[in-house]
């Protein structure tokens, strides 16, 4: 009879992956990471618009956070102390509108922002010809540029603050160009009141190179020369000028170190941005003091924090007169 060998199986040695850092090792500041997640049930659009908004947070967020209807807004903030969760940022949907909150853990505030519009991440990308959205975008936090806030307002400064805070800062000195290749835009209109939230891709093209060329040396595939008496006319074929990109001053910088195969140090590149989602234009209506909860600092629809102020007072002089009469109440006169 034929003998079976009993193969012994390959020892596959598990992958380890790295604990996130909560301290910048240049700076020394605490790095800010974020929950992004829902309250109540949301349409298959803003479910969508979650999960863009979870990417657009990477890498110092839960890309796979689970949710169960049961959970409450103390089970997040539970687990965020222990992880170093800094911001949660809640979507809901009403029978108004959806809305965006943005709060700080644990104690607050918390900006509420009525969402006026959206487009998904696919929507920005089937409007482009050439839609671009590597992996590799998202391995670095965005960068954060925020425009039309400095009116002096209060309300303005608190919404900055917050939003300055939700990425890690940089160091200009330190930074290092191939870590900046996304960045998040807010701008403020004064007339309408609404904030326009976008998020770009950053590319760096050399100034003055075709587009031949600059694909020949990032690809490094042999081209097509069968149809081409020499090989100068390669770079001059179609045009040199009608393929490389306009020499706008306004757009272009000189780089200091090596960013790539084409973009060289001392060398003038031109940045190009390309939106890659999600877009929002978004409205400030409400800022609370706590996380959730707490008096309202300001509100688009009136002036809350006076009329709370006032029942406020009212309720604490309701509570004295029923405190004082509670104590006069069991005191018996002699007759």
Same mark, same amino acid.
């Given at each position: 009879?034929?003998?079976?060998?009993?193969?012994?199986?390959?020892?596959?040695?598990?992958?380890?992956?790295?604990?996130?850092?909560?301290?910048?090792?240049?700076?020394?500041?605490?790095?800010?990471?974020?929950?992004?997640?829902?309250?109540?049930?949301?349409?298959?659009?803003?479910?969508?618009?979650?999960?863009?908004?979870? #990417? @657009?947070?990477?890498?110092?967020?839960?890309?796979? &956070?689970?949710?169960? !209807?049961?959970? *409450? %807004?103390? /089970? =997040?903030?539970?687990?965020?102390?222990?992880?170093?969760?800094?911001?949660?940022?809640?979507?809901?949907?009403?029978?108004?509108?959806?809305?965006?909150?943005?709060?700080?853990?644990?104690?607050?505030?918390?900006?509420?922002?009525?969402?006026?519009?959206?487009?998904?991440?696919?929507?920005?990308?089937?409007?482009?010809?050439?839609?671009?959205?590597?992996?590799?975008?998202?391995?670095?936090?965005?960068?954060?540029?925020?425009?039309?806030?400095?009116?002096?307002?209060?309300?303005?400064?608190?919404?900055?603050?917050?939003?300055?805070?939700?990425?890690?800062?940089?160091?200009?000195?330190?930074? #290092? @160009?191939?870590?900046?290749?996304?960045?998040?835009? &807010?701008?403020?209109? !004064?007339?309408? *009141? %609404?904030? /326009? =939230?976008?998020?770009?891709?950053?590319?760096?093209?050399?100034?003055?190179?075709?587009?031949?060329?600059?694909?020949?040396?990032?690809?490094?595939?042999?081209?097509?020369?069968?149809?081409?008496?020499?090989?100068?006319?390669?770079?001059?074929?179609?045009?040199?000028?009608?393929?490389?990109?306009?020499?706008?001053?306004?757009?272009?910088?000189?780089?200091?170190?090596?960013?790539?195969?084409?973009?060289?140090?001392?060398?003038?590149?031109?940045?190009?941005?390309?939106?890659?989602?999600?877009?929002?234009?978004?409205?400030?209506?409400?800022?609370?003091?706590?996380?959730?909860?707490?008096?309202?600092?300001?509100?688009?629809?009136?002036?809350?924090?006076?009329?709370?102020?006032?029942?406020?007072? *009212?309720?604490?002089?309701?509570?004295?007169?029923?405190?004082?009469?509670?104590?006069?109440?069991?005191?018996?006169?002699?007759?």
């Amino acid at each position: 009879m034929a003998r079976f060998r009993n193969k012994k199986k390959a020892f596959v040695k598990p992958v380890l992956k790295k604990p996130q850092p909560s301290v910048d090792h240049i700076t020394g500041d605490k790095i800010p990471k974020s929950f992004v997640f829902s309250r109540g049930k949301l349409p298959g659009s803003l479910s969508q618009l979650q999960m863009d908004l979870r #990417k @657009l947070m990477l890498p110092f967020t839960a890309l796979k &956070l689970k949710e169960k !209807k049961r959970n *409450k %807004l103390r /089970d =997040f903030l539970n687990v965020a102390g222990p992880m170093g969760v800094t911001h949660f940022l809640i979507l809901s949907k009403t029978e108004i509108a959806p809305y965006l909150r943005v709060a700080r853990t644990p104690q607050g505030p918390t900006l509420t922002f009525k969402i006026q519009e959206y487009s998904l991440a696919v929507d920005v990308a089937q409007s482009q010809v050439r839609p671009r959205c590597p992996q590799d975008l998202f391995k670095n936090p965005p960068l954060i540029v925020l425009s039309g806030f400095g009116t002096g307002e209060q309300h303005l400064k608190l919404t900055t603050i917050m939003f300055q805070n939700i990425f890690p800062g940089i160091d200009i000195n330190t930074v #290092k @160009l191939s870590s900046c290749q996304r960045i998040v835009l &807010l701008n403020y209109n !004064k007339e309408t *009141k %609404l904030i /326009d =939230f976008r998020h770009y891709s950053i590319r760096l093209q050399p100034v003055g190179v075709s587009r031949r060329i600059r694909k020949f040396v990032q690809n490094h595939q042999v081209p097509d020369l069968r149809s081409l008496q020499d090989v100068s006319d390669f770079v001059t074929r179609a045009g040199y000028g009608s393929e490389s990109e306009a020499d706008d001053e306004a757009a272009t910088v000189s780089l200091g170190d090596d960013l790539g195969r084409v973009n060289r140090a001392s060398t003038k590149s031109a940045v190009k941005l390309q939106e890659i989602g999600p877009r929002m234009t978004l409205q400030l209506v409400k800022i609370e003091e706590g996380l959730c909860s707490g008096g309202v600092i300001f509100s688009e629809y009136g002036n809350y924090a006076e009329k709370n102020a006032q029942e406020t007072e *009212k309720d604490k002089e309701q509570e004295d007169n029923e405190d004082l009469v509670g104590d006069l109440a069991p005191v018996n006169f002699a007759n």
